[in-house]
């Protein structure tokens, strides 16, 4: 059983950064295709960012493109997320996921508990 947990969430001020980290326990990571997903409240969960098996292809929300970058280290079984020139609007609980399809999937397989990051004004 595959387990997921986020960390690195906090309070920052708008312009700030701050860096997520997911520790993949249980199966090795470069088994997975991975992302992270955040979900505001009063609004449904969305995409931020997805990473390959390799690490080779990312992609990323249409909101937070150019200011987040993904990235993965499988030796370390870790993928992060790195969050540059943060708005009000990035205020959500994120979450990590890890998709054994091969891809990253709008419904990933599984998902960590999800570490809170609120951005002030």
């Known amino acids: 059983q595959v387990q997921l947990v986020e960390s690195g969430g906090g309070l920052v001020q708008a312009g700030g950064s701050l860096r997520l980290s997911c520790v993949v326990s249980g199966r090795t990571v470069s088994t997975y295709a991975m992302g992270w997903f955040r979900q505001a409240p009063g609004k449904e969960r969305e995409f931020v960012a997805g990473i390959s098996r390799s690490g080779a292809d990312t992609s990323y929300g249409g909101s937070v493109k150019g200011r987040f970058t993904i990235s993965r280290d499988n030796a370390k079984n870790t993928v992060n997320l790195q969050m540059n020139s943060l708005k009000p609007e990035d205020t959500a609980v994120y979450y990590c996921?890890?998709?054994?399809?091969?891809?990253?999937?709008?419904?990933?397989?599984?998902w960590g508990q999800g570490t809170q990051v609120t951005v002030s004004s």
């Open positions: 996921a890890a998709d054994s399809a091969g891809y990253l999937r709008s419904r990933p397989n599984y």
